[in-house]
């Protein structure tokens, strides 16, 4: 049986530090066969020269140059558009992805499909190890860990993300930078919210949560995160979007009073 094709999707802004140890590691991955497709969104910097510099060697990467800035969630769009992938898993400009990731993450989402999903749409994360700037690191965990058993999944994933409630084996993050879903998935929900130019990302899943996805997950941290903090990154900028999430599925929250205390707590988290 041939193995399905697997788009790895990579955006990259002001990136010349580090793309070339992101696309390194798409590269070394050992699933085959692959195309990866970079969206260099507009850098001022050198990116480009790096990206066009690797990508003369390697038949399997597509590059896009983007003219204007149109943010994360645009670009991360334009990949959806042009996978000819049938899944699609997503790289940062600045991570590193272990050379088993992809193939550990389709496996997981292949089994987790024919043992619980059915018909449901399933996106798979894994965790990530973060290094900070000071050397010190921790692992982020994803939800949905336990195999063998069914992942979190439909209202009860947006109703934590959005407010805080308890679920089984449903807590950790759900970050693009380790997804990995069917790129027919994506293009179902009509990819990311342009909108968000931060929290994107937490606004997919509720959207997929809301469809009745499942979340499926690996801990093992498949991809190492360095640790930076640039203006779209701030505090100020992450809680805007937070705000925003919370609004834009306010439908979901069952009464006004959880809403404002949603807001109320966002507005401490980030004080």
Request: hydrophobic share 35%.
């Amino acid at each position: 049986m041939t193995n399905p094709l697997v788009t790895i999707g990579l955006t990259a802004f002001d990136a010349e530090d580090t793309i070339e140890r992101a696309l390194t590691s798409a590269l070394a991955q050992t699933w085959r066969p692959i195309e990866i497709i970079v969206v260099d969104d507009a850098s001022k910097d050198k990116t480009r020269s790096v990206i066009d510099a690797i990508a003369a060697r390697y038949d399997t990467i597509r590059v896009v140059s983007n003219t204007a800035n149109s943010g994360v969630a645009s670009a991360r769009n334009q990949i959806i558009n042009c996978a000819k992938g049938e899944f699609l898993v997503f790289f940062d400009d600045d991570d590193v992805s272990r050379p088993n990731r992809v193939e550990r993450q389709l496996n997981r989402l292949i089994a987790y499909e024919r043992d619980f999903a059915r018909t449901a749409p399933v996106a798979c994360h894994t965790a990530r190890e973060q290094i900070y700037p000071d050397g010190s690191r921790r692992i982020e965990q994803t939800q949905g860990t336990r195999e063998g058993r069914e992942a979190p999944s439909g209202l009860a994933v947006a109703r934590r993300i959005l407010v805080g409630t308890s679920g089984r084996d449903g807590y950790g993050s759900s970050a693009t930078c380790s997804q990995m879903a069917r790129v027919d998935v994506y293009r179902m929900l009509g990819g990311f919210d342009p909108a968000f130019r931060r929290s994107g990302d937490t606004e997919f899943c509720v959207r997929l949560a809301r469809a009745g996805g499942h979340f499926p997950g690996i801990a093992e941290p498949l991809v190492i995160q360095t640790m930076t903090r640039t203006v779209d990154k701030s505090l100020g900028g992450e809680k805007q979007y937070v705000l925003a999430i919370l609004e834009k599925h306010r439908d979901l929250i069952e009464n006004e009073e959880l809403y404002r205390f949603s807001c109320e707590w966002t507005e401490l988290k980030f004080r």
